[in-house]
């Protein structure tokens, strides 16, 4: 629901670590300009400890791709048309309680239109508008033809 701030946090906390880490490193080499920041040799020294780290290694660096593709955006189905979001915010002008409206066409074959409602909105109004007038109007405004249309209705709580 509130993707946008987990990756707030996500790209917080990573910056976190970085900062920690780098303050770390600027510390230890002040106060003994010789000496190894970091001993790896533990990895050397024990042989199970060399696959688990580089296990651990490949873990986050699957873990980091797939949180990065998620805040691209790729993975999603369709493209976004701004024309057939306008048309079907003109078809729904005058009801109450419409919050978010997304149309995406997928794949040139469908259509999915999603609409976020408030509680107080009259349902049985957005229903009709959709069967009468709406989705004729978005399938013509992306030059959708006879595209089937996928409309996913949601009701938010508050």
Same mark, same amino acid.
Request: charged share 25%; proline share 3%; glycine share 14%.
């Given at each position: 629901?509130? %993707?946008? !701030?987990?990756?707030?946090? #996500?790209? $917080?906390?990573? =910056?976190?670590?970085?900062? &920690? @880490? ?43 791709? %797939?949180? !990065?593709?998620?805040?691209? #955006?790729? $993975?999603?189905? =369709?493209?976004?048309?701004? &024309? @057939? ?43 009709? %508008? ?29």
């Amino acid at each position: 629901m509130y %993707r946008h !701030l987990g990756n707030r946090a #996500g790209i $917080g906390l990573a =910056g976190l670590a970085l900062l &920690a @880490g780098g303050v770390y490193a600027l510390d230890a080499r002040g106060d003994r300009p010789g000496a190894r920041i970091a001993d790896l040799g533990f990895l050397t020294r024990h042989s199970w400890a060399t696959p688990l780290a580089a296990g651990a290694a490949i873990l986050i660096a699957l873990a980091a791709t %797939r949180w !990065l593709m998620a805040a691209l #955006g790729w $993975g999603r189905y =369709g493209s976004r048309t701004g &024309a @057939g979001i306008a048309m079907l915010g003109v078809a729904m002008k005058g009801v109450e309680g419409i919050g978010r409206i997304q149309v995406r066409v997928v794949r040139g074959r469908r259509l999915r239109m999603s609409l976020s409602l408030d509680p107080s909105s009259d349902l049985h109004e957005v229903i009709r %508008r959709l069967d009468d007038t709406a989705v004729s109007r978005v399938r013509r405004a992306v030059d959708g033809g006879e595209l089937p249309a996928l409309v996913r209705l949601h009701v938010r709580r508050r």
